[in-house]
């Protein structure tokens, strides 16, 4: 059978997972992807006007066509749900018997909302590795999947969604996710995306983890790998691809300290190469970091988001203090272990001066690598969106807004009012952003003033620009692969986009 993956955004590990699955088992999988330059999966540079011109829809359509699938899988995200719905609509124009599925979180947290077109035929929740076969051979054979676990389906009641599927618990038993998938999008060599671990073990009230985690037993959605099976993979894969960094893309790297300590033994002496990774501001001590940095890490991700204490203990479900946040970051700077930060903007209750305090924070950290600037965002599930709905922020059409996929990204949310006006938090973020590069410019200088009008006014090109001149001064490896990947995907393709009116939808 032939199974098409079709993706909006880079690298999909949950996606390589599924396909190694479904090869194993004698399956064919290939994949149709528009990496989205220019739009909110760039991450990068955020342009509407470049992202329709280098809109790569018709390329995965054309791939559609080419390759001719028995199934289309989708995974969709909340902001990438509404794509998935057009393609899958203009898949059914073209071969109406070809099967279309829908996963991702997005299904997992609103299955409903998984069947708001009629082009989808089953959606599936939760992680799917142990159904997929399964759930293609069903459909090969033209049998029923309607009473499989996970799938989410019509039915003369309305819509069917049954339990979630069994999933693996030893991560362990998995097969090698299937690299072959994103070999012609990723340059795979510049940075070799891998997992420690599936789930979290924190309760943000802004992140899809808690409310997934939720879904499960206690104690059984959280799963860490063993460090043998890790490194295997590293060593067979580097065999193939040669990379020159690691990516862990895993929500938090083990805080375990055994395993951290077999960890940096074994990578060291078998793989040796950067990585990059996350981690929590409260799971760090001086060892710790100590044995992270022996590993070979080369930067580490932390969420502060506010240095307001308040908002983010009781907005943000994050118990951290300013206090540990500093002795983190300054224990880093001891042991000499890059990190970036992340903030949050858009927070209601936040105050000028809160703005104030991280950039008087920040600026006395030398190994500061990134502040990274995100709009705070809703998504279906989680704690945050019903505080907002019984708060009386947003109301029940926001909320069904949100869970159709219509709702706001992390770069253009304005979906909370904040306490400050938006010109001054543009400035805010253009500061937060090129701080990095010059930390001595902005502490300790008073709120207002021309130094902040000037900084309202700096385009987002100029700033992206700086971005990258601070990641060349650090020699930052992912700079290479962020300039390899819109050279290989710029001009890849012809260009087009999909039109918006194809197919049909329920309701028109
Ligand atoms: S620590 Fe990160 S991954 Fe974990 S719940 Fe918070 S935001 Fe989500």
Same mark, same amino acid.
């Given at each position: ?139 090969? =054979? ?122 940096? =033994? ?76 992340? =903030? ?13 305090? =991280? ?150």
């Amino acid at each position: 059978m032939k199974i098409l993956f079709v993706h909006l955004g880079r690298e999909h590990l949950g996606l390589e997972y599924l396909s190694a699955m479904l090869k194993q088992a004698g399956h064919s999988t290939a994949l149709a992807c528009d990496i989205g330059l220019f739009g909110i999966n760039d991450n990068i540079i955020i342009n509407k006007r470049l992202e329709r011109l280098f809109d790569r829809s018709n390329s995965v359509l054309r791939k559609v066509a080419e390759y001719e699938p028995d199934i289309v899988c989708l995974s969709a995200y909340t902001t990438t749900l509404q794509w998935c719905f057009r393609i899958a609509e203009a898949v059914k124009e073209m071969k109406h018997d070809t099967r279309t599925l829908l996963g991702g979180t997005h299904v997992t947290l609103s299955p409903e909302s998984a069947l708001g077109s009629a082009a989808i035929d089953y959606a599936v929740r939760g992680e799917a590795e142990l159904i997929i076969v399964e759930l293609a051979n069903r459909l090969a =054979a033209g049998e029923s999947v309607e009473d499989m676990p996970g799938v989410v389906c019509r039915s003369a009641d309305g819509i069917k969604i049954n339990a979630l599927p069994p999933h693996p618990r030893d991560l362990d038993s998995l097969p090698l996710p299937d690299k072959q998938l994103f070999e012609r999008v990723i340059n795979i060599r510049d940075d070799y995306m891998t997992l420690t671990t599936r789930g979290c073990i924190f309760n943000c009230t802004y992140c899809c983890e808690h409310s997934v985690r939720r879904l499960y037993p206690p104690g059984e959605y959280r799963r860490v790998r063993s460090v043998g099976s890790l490194v295997g993979e590293l060593e067979t894969m580097y065999s193939r691809y040669e990379f020159r960094e690691v990516y862990f893309a895993c929500p938090l790297f083990p805080p375990d300290k055994k395993w951290v300590a077999e960890f940096a =033994a074994e990578y060291r002496a078998k793989i040796d190469k950067p990585f990059y990774c996350f981690s929590h501001v409260n799971l760090f001590d001086l060892e710790y970091a100590q044995l992270m940095k022996e590993a070979g890490c080369r930067n580490i991700e932390f969420g502060v988001q506010t240095m307001n204490e308040d908002i983010r203990r009781n907005r943000l479900g994050r118990p951290e203090t300013n206090e540990k946040i500093v002795e983190t970051l300054s224990i880093c700077e001891r042991v000499g272990l890059r990190f970036d930060v992340d =903030a949050i903007f858009q927070l209601p209750g936040e105050r000028e001066e809160d703005f104030r305090v =991280a950039i008087d924070t920040f600026s006395s950290f030398k190994m500061l690598h990134r502040i990274k600037v995100f709009n705070l965002a809703l998504f279906p599930g989680t704690d945050l969106l019903e505080h907002s709905l019984t708060e009386g922020r947003i109301d029940e059409n926001d909320r069904m807004e949100i869970m159709a996929g219509g709702g706001g990204d992390f770069f253009h949310s304005r979906q909370l009012e904040s306490g400050v006006p938006l010109r001054k938090q543009r400035a805010y973020e253009n500061i937060l952003r090129i701080l990095p590069l010059f930390p001595g410019l902005f502490s300790g200088r008073p709120a207002g003033g021309f130094m902040l009008r000037l900084m309202s006014l700096l385009p987002h090109p100029a700033v992206r620009f700086l971005e990258f001149i601070n990641l060349a001064r650090l020699r930052d490896l992912r700079l290479s692969f962020y300039i390899r990947l819109y050279a290989r995907n710029l001009f890849a393709r012809t260009p087009g986009r999909l039109r918006r009116d194809s197919g049909t939808r329920p309701g028109k």
